[in-house]
């Protein structure tokens, strides 16, 4: 079983995200609770925890500081920051700390769906022995914003819509020319020359979610049109998509559509 752990303070954010995760996830993942970031070090030292979900803001010991700590000490840790505040300083500090995600609340079932899959497929690996997937590293000081505008404040507001219109048309290609790759956040943003919490804040101003959930959006789009075809194998349909394990790729599948892939060629196909 894969060891998880939720860390935050509020009683009612913590017993929604439980009953989230036990649904979808509690068949493979060990699931803990804390309610502050003391706790959850205390938690991750005696369960040897490799998933941390961690609130940002939380007495005492906040979900930063729990997560450089609990980075210090394991480098393979998948770390998901949640938090209420669209504050550009945590996406740094979350950077700093290579956290695989930065979820603001409200976040949808499906962003935090997509990224805690993405966490067990990483996680699986890291036990296997396998070399994992890169993580979100840290950026250097000297990349904090890209050249040209460096920030809002200094942006008309006809030169911000077209620095989004550009952005999410780069973002668009490049994922339409990569999908089939194991692609990150992070690769897309050293592919555009943007620092990794720059990129992570304007992506989120153009498509309202974070990069994993488009990602995976897209790929079910383009997995539906291969099932279109019949003469294409359905085992060979998740790699053509970017998902070397089928198992996962008709996780994800099913998550998305309500049904397993051949379930869907079934229904197409149907008189």
Not at 59 to 80: K, L
Not at 237 to 260: L, Q
């Amino acid at each position: 079983m894969i060891q998880l752990m939720i860390a935050d303070d509020e009683r009612i954010e913590r017993f929604v995200l439980r009953k989230t995760l036990d649904k979808y996830l509690g068949d493979i993942c060990q699931i803990y609770e804390a309610e502050n970031g003391r706790q959850a070090l205390a938690l991750y030292r005696e369960k040897h925890i490799q998933i941390a979900i961690l609130d940002i803001e939380m007495p005492g010991i906040n979900g930063i500081q729990a997560a450089e700590e609990i980075r210090r000490c394991d480098p393979d840790c998948c770390i998901i920051f949640l938090t209420a505040f669209d504050d550009f300083h945590y996406a740094r500090q979350a950077v700093h700390v290579r956290a695989m995600e930065y979820l603001l609340k409200p976040y949808t079932e499906r962003e935090l769906l997509d990224v805690l899959d993405e966490a067990v497929r990483l996680t699986r690996r890291r036990l296997e022995n396998t070399s994992p997937a890169p993580l979100l590293s840290a950026a250097p000081a000297s990349a904090q914003a890209p050249a040209g505008p460096k920030t809002d404040a200094d942006e008309t507001d006809e030169e911000n819509r077209s620095r989004i219109l550009f952005l999410s048309q780069a973002i668009a290609d490049y994922v339409h020319r990569n999908y089939q790759n194991e692609i990150s956040m992070q690769d897309a943003a050293k592919a555009m020359n943007y620092s990794e919490a720059y990129f992570c804040k304007l992506f989120k101003q153009c498509f309202s979610c974070n990069f994993t959930a488009y990602l995976a959006e897209y790929r079910m789009e383009e997995a539906k049109k291969l099932l279109a075809r019949p003469t294409v194998n359905i085992k060979d349909i998740g790699k053509a998509v970017g998902y070397g394990d089928s198992n996962y790729f008709t996780k994800v599948f099913r998550r998305y559509t309500g049904m397993s892939p051949s379930e869907y060629r079934a229904k197409l196909f149907i008189k």
